[in-house]
């Protein structure tokens, strides 16, 4: 059975940093992408980034570039997500996704067939 | 950047058709994924590729994408279909979502 898990809920304090793992098994970890879902408290989702397994290359959305780092250690199939310089507006539930790697004549195809259960970050002095 | 727009809110009679729209320039071009979220839970994938269903998604869940807007259509809605949905595009690399879309099934 495929599944991704991921860590637990975590509270920090404002200017701290966080890392969540999202662990994938049942289905080779290196042939997927996985995806990084930000949901604040109410909102819509928002696409974070992608990191290919094979090599640990991470790719952003412009709208978080430079405040997360995405990487992955295919050894134990586990991806990460680090935050940094957290604040009080980085309270989210945080998911991960397996992204399947698809282009159909030149167009991109790619879609995310499984989820984690998501982790709560909250960040409060 | 790429914007996707959706209708905050959409109602719908159990047992009639819900239509949800996305709009994106020239989002024909592009793939369009639809996800459903309930409360509490993690989103799951309904169409991929504008139209196909994965596995264990009911067959009353359909989808288009033409020109400038990509619709799911969910045929003789029930209860359990009430959530929220987004549509999902690429462009230049990376992922977007649409704002989401509450139905409510009345």
């Known amino acids: 059975e495929v599944q991704l898990v991921q860590s637990g809920a975590e509270v920090k304090k404002p200017g701290e940093s966080l890392t969540i793992s999202c662990k994938g098994s049942?289905?080779?970890?290196?042939?997927?992408?996985i995806i990084w879902v930000r949901q604040m408290p109410g909102k819509g989702l928002e696409w974070m980034g992608k990191?290919?397994?094979?090599?640990?290359?991470?790719t952003y959305s412009p709208s978080f570039e430079g405040h997360v780092t995405i990487s992955a250690d295919k050894s134990i199939t586990t991806a990460y997500l680090q935050l940094s310089s957290l604040k009080a507006s980085d309270t989210a539930v945080y998911y991960c996704a397996r992204s399947t790697v698809i282009t159909l004549g030149n167009v991109d195809a790619h879609h995310f067939d499984r989820w984690g259960q998501g982790t709560l970050v909250t960040v409060s002095s | 950047s790429y914007d996707l727009t959706q209708p905050p809110s959409v109602s719908v009679s159990p047992g009639q058709t819900a239509i949800i729209t996305c709009s994106g320039d020239r989002l024909g071009d592009k793939y369009v994924c639809w996800f459903q979220q309930k409360p509490g839970q993690s989103p799951e994938l309904v169409i991929y590729?504008?139209?196909k269903r994965p596995s264990g998604i009911p067959e009353r869940f359909s989808g288009s994408n033409s020109g400038n807007t990509a619709i799911l259509t969910i045929s003789e809605t029930q209860a359990m279909d009430e959530a929220d949905y987004y549509c999902q595009a690429w462009d230049s690399n990376t992922g977007v979502f649409g704002g989401g879309t509450k139905l409510t099934v009345l």
């Open positions: 990191v290919d397994p094979t090599n640990s290359y991470g």
């Open positions: 049942g289905y080779s970890f290196t042939n997927y992408w």
């Open positions: 590729e504008d139209r």
